[in-house]
């Protein structure tokens, strides 16, 4: 079984495309929990903060 030039070229693609995919589901498997996890943090600081304000300027 011997490959022909235009087959070498579709394989090579194959398996560029499918890498690029692979290590873009890991790093947005990594970073994306992380980043959600942030944002999350950040608008609990913001009501908490928010809510500090109202009551002391109520008092």
């Given amino acids: 079984m011997s490959f022909n030039f235009n ?4 394989f090579l693609l194959f398996v560029v495309i499918f890498l690029i995919g692979f290590w873009l589901l890991c790093f947005l498997c990594s970073v994306l929990p992380y980043w959600l996890i942030g944002v999350i943090k950040e608008q609990f600081k913001e ?7 109202d009551s002391s300027s109520q008092n």
């Fill in 7 to 10: 087959q070498y070229i579709g």
């Fill in 47 to 53: 009501r908490k903060s928010t809510k500090n304000i």
